[in-house]
């Protein structure tokens, strides 16, 4: 058993006296448990410590691990520059890492670095420990970015982190750099939503009865509203701590400033074959998929039926028999969205009735949506099981002359200007704001944000 134990912790700047000038304060029951926090890692005495940061190097598709042999970095971006750090990297770790990551086609390495220096998620919990007394020319550090990949990817990662450590014969330690919600308050940084404090409960009860399963299937749409930080990285230390017998500990929850700090220490005492959440995940997955496909009503049934017969055969579907009339008799626009693992995957659509009928409207743009879309590769056939659809069917656009008439969750938006043309979907994750969504609207349309347009707005009808 080469893993130590692990602990999840916070990195607001504001802790640093040297930043907070007396607000750290204000968060004093996180300083409190990060001492403690750091105090046990110490006693502990690991060879490595490996610890993942939001704030370090992240690609959507790639897990980026730190090259080299050292590192240095400081807090003088939040105008603290004499809080400095230089960490040796376990550059061999980090080698057999790269390895496992490749054989098992875990798409992770040393490649793409864009910036060497320490991030502040990196350098925060590296203070405290320092502080604590942990010898930085003994032990070693391995710094890792989060990825968009799935929950069950990212769970991956940690097996391997593990399983590398193992086969090296280190005894480490997980520090998994993150914050909660960043919508807490109206008047922090990121305002409020209602989702953020759903989420922080969430995540500290999971968290705080290593509930791995349960934080692995966490709502998507819960954690895009809350505006998380740091879920992906206690999913990968989920994963270094796969199949042990793992108790947590909550020290402490704040969240002072708007923004949710948690602070748990899991205790690592043996083994526990039990606690494999990679099956139980696979499981909870092929259970959601079956019962999401029993409750498609016949818009999203369509979609799905064109999109896998394309991908599977290379060929367009055959409009299915017994389809109901306002798919047969009605012609109207329509949006086929795709996401996977919380994420957009693709979405076509046509603003205005293009085909004889609704049915062959949904039928094209969901060929479209999984292989036209440009910002993605066309779908292949093993992300079927984990495509989710949506179908938006379009009402008549009808022309406005005020951003007072929209309304960013009833109403979408169609901005034009000469030949240029941007559309955008009413009620989307991230999208809060008319002012939002009409920028978007003009990214879409090739239009600059100085440039004046005129405006519809459309509703839609939504088919999950």
């Not at 005495?45 to 940061?53: A, F, G, V």
């Not at 929209?406 to 169609?414: A, E, N, P, Q, S």
């Amino acid at each position: 058993m080469s893993i130590l134990g692990a602990a999840v912790v916070p990195h607001p700047p504001i802790i640093l006296p040297e930043v907070g000038h007396g607000e750290e304060q204000k968060i004093s029951a996180t300083t409190q448990a990060y001492e403690e926090i750091s105090r046990r890692v110490v006693e502990l005495n690991p060879d490595t410590i490996i610890i993942t940061s939001p704030h370090s190097i992240m690609y959507a598709d790639y897990f980026h691990i730190s090259p080299g042999e050292q590192a240095e970095g400081s807090m003088a971006r939040f105008r603290a520059p004499q809080v400095s750090l230089q960490v040796n990297y376990d550059a061999e770790l980090v080698q057999k890492l790269s390895e496992l990551s490749e054989a098992e086609k875990v798409p992770a390495g040393i490649f793409g670095e864009r910036d060497a220096s320490l991030d502040h998620g990196t350098i925060i919990p590296l203070r405290f420990l320092e502080l604590a007394g942990l010898d930085f020319n003994r032990v070693k550090f391995v710094r890792i970015g989060l990825s968009g990949m799935s929950a069950a990817t990212h769970y991956k990662f940690g097996q391997l982190i593990a399983q590398a450590a193992e086969k090296l014969g280190r005894k480490i330690f997980f520090v998994a750099s993150g914050d909660l919600s960043h919508k807490l308050k109206a008047d922090g940084p990121y305002g409020l939503a209602p989702e953020g404090a759903v989420f922080d409960s969430q995540v500290m009860e999971n968290l705080s009865t290593a509930n791995f399963l349960r934080l692995l299937t966490m709502d998507e749409k819960i954690c895009s509203r809350a505006a998380e930080c740091g879920l992906r990285s206690f999913w990968i230390m989920a994963g270094a701590l796969d199949r042990l017998a793992v108790t947590a500990e909550k020290l402490s929850y704040e969240g002072t400033f708007g923004v949710g700090y948690g602070v748990v220490w899991f205790n690592v005492d043996g083994e526990n074959s039990s606690r494999n959440f990679a099956e139980l995940l696979a499981d909870f997955k092929q259970r959601e998929n079956i019962r999401r496909k029993a409750s498609e009503d016949d818009f999203v049934k369509l979609a799905r039926h064109s999109l896998e017969t394309f991908v599977k055969t290379h060929k367009p579907a055959e409009l299915p028999e017994n389809l109901p009339a306002e798919l047969l008799n009605r012609r109207a626009g329509a949006f086929v969205s795709l996401h996977k693992d919380g994420n957009l995957r693709g979405c076509i659509g046509t603003i205005m009735a293009t085909r004889n009928n609704l049915a062959e409207e949904i039928l094209q743009n969901a060929i479209s949506a999984c292989s036209q879309d440009p910002r993605f590769d066309p779908v292949t056939v093993d992300e079927l099981d984990d495509i989710k659809y949506s179908v938006d069917v379009l009402g008549e656009p009808e022309r406005i002359f005020s951003v007072k008439d929209l309304d960013v969750r009833r109403y979408g938006v169609i901005v034009e200007n000469g030949g240029r043309r941007g559309l955008l979907l009413p009620d989307l994750e991230g999208v809060d704001t008319v002012e939002e969504q009409i920028a978007i609207a003009k990214r879409k349309g090739n239009i600059r944000p100085d440039e004046k347009v005129s405006l519809w707005r459309f509703e839609v009808i939504r088919h999950h």
